[in-house]
């Protein structure tokens, strides 16, 4: 065998050893969860040396904890980041990328379709703090550069969006971007590293809702961020001030998930494929959204830019709102909640989950038809869950 070391591991593989190695565990194989508020030293010096960052080393868990620590350092080189910083939500994380980087008179860029939570931000906060922010329609490309080139701070992205799982061309844009000097965020939560690397495609920022596919198991609320060491600098300078820190317990639950992302995520690519392809040729389906899909408006952006295609799909019933109410109950290998990315398969309309808080008419004229259902593919035999959607089809 040979023993030598590759340069640069699989993502697989890091998803496993990453952050790990070299970390005082105490001789255990697993990180401990260290549930201490403050770390003592035994002189001055020593600890002013930590306090200045002369010298590796915990103050204070507002700040760093060695359990969070592992979880920033294993999504940063999943993600081949300089730096990362975690927060206690996604929405955290969003929040404090766009309020460290930004200011009045700044301009943002972004998309329609973007997390619900992150639309608020940008149509009702942003605003009041003087920053300006244009939304385009999510995957008119032109629109966006014509938008970027009249000026921009920030082009934030995310890609597969939600729920019409749209794709967007991270390299494309950010290369328009930079042309203007405009930091790239991308929110890579529905891809995940396993299947995509916006900085590897120009992006200056990656994001993650680490509630979702990277910790795999509902059970853990999280965000993580990761890029260019300057700009996490600043971030990570808005995290230990606003507070909005992760905990332990939540980042040994993530670190615990992350472990079968590899797993979990080429299942999830696989089975999503298959489902896709199932629901597109049965008489109850209008239409299929899925990015694997030939037919997928951007199916060649998505192949140039991913490697797997995400276990992330949506689907039309014919039939309207009244076929979701009455098919989505049938269902027997689902959670009906408004989580994703989980080992569970999980379901809903964007009616109760993404766009909960807008009208039926407002979700129409934005392209989400009522009939329409987010299906998050878990890990289940994808047979028992085709042979559940046909039976539950059946019904209507
Ligand atoms: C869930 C989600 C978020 C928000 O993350 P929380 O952990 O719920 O705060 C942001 N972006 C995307 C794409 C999401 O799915």
């Not at 040729?281 to 797997?308: C, W």
């Not at 027997?332 to 008419?361: D, I, K």
Request: hydrophobic share 40%; with cysteine; proline share 5%.
């Amino acid at each position: 065998m040979n023993t030598r070391h590759r340069e640069r591991p699989s993502p697989k593989t890091l998803a496993v050893w990453g952050g790990e190695e070299g970390v005082d565990k105490l001789g255990a194989t697993q990180m401990p969860v260290v549930n201490s508020v403050s770390f003592d030293y035994p002189d001055l010096d020593t600890w002013l040396d930590v306090a200045t960052g002369k010298s590796a080393g915990h103050i204070y868990g507002r700040n760093t904890n060695p359990t969070v620590e592992v979880f920033e350092e294993k999504v940063n080189l999943l993600e081949g980041g300089e730096n990362s910083v975690s927060f206690s939500t996604g929405m955290a994380a969003i929040t404090g990328i766009l309020f460290s980087l930004l200011e009045p008179g700044k301009r943002v860029v972004s998309i329609k379709d973007s997390y619900g939570g992150t639309n608020v931000l940008f149509t009702d906060y942003l605003p009041k703090y003087g920053v300006q922010v244009h939304l385009c329609d999510t995957d008119n490309h032109k629109a966006i550069e014509s938008q970027v080139g009249q000026g921009c701070d920030i082009l934030y992205l995310e890609t597969p969006t939600n729920p019409t799982v749209k794709i967007v061309d991270i390299k494309r844009l950010s290369a328009i971007a930079h042309e203007v000097g405009a930091v790239v965020v991308v929110d890579n939560t529905f891809a995940t590293p396993i299947n995509q690397k916006p900085l590897q495609l120009g992006a200056d920022i990656v994001l993650h809702s680490a509630t979702k596919f990277l910790g795999g198991h509902a059970d853990a609320l999280g965000g993580v961020v990761s890029g260019s060491k300057h700009l996490l600098n600043e971030i990570f300078r808005f995290k230990e001030i606003t507070g909005a820190s992760l905990h332990p317990e939540s980042a040994y639950l993530l670190i615990r998930g992350m472990k079968t992302l590899g797993l979990r995520i080429a299942q999830q690519n696989a089975s999503a494929m298959q489902i896709a392809q199932y629901l597109q040729g049965h008489d109850k389906i209008d239409e299929v959204f899925y990015p694997g899909l030939t037919n997928h408006r951007n199916h060649d952006v998505a192949v140039s830019q991913m490697q797997g295609f995400g276990g992330m799909l949506s689907f039309k019933l014919k039939g309207g709102y009244g076929a979701v109410k009455k098919f989505l109950p049938q269902l027997r290998y689902v959670n009906l909640a408004a989580n994703l990315g989980s080992v569970e398969t999980v379901a809903g309309p964007p009616a109760t989950t993404s766009h909960v808080e807008c009208s039926p008419e407002e979700r129409e004229a934005m392209g989400i038809p009522e009939g329409l259902i987010r299906y998050s593919v878990g890990i289940e035999d994808v047979s028992d869950l085709i042979s559940d959607l046909g039976n539950a089809l059946q019904e209507l």
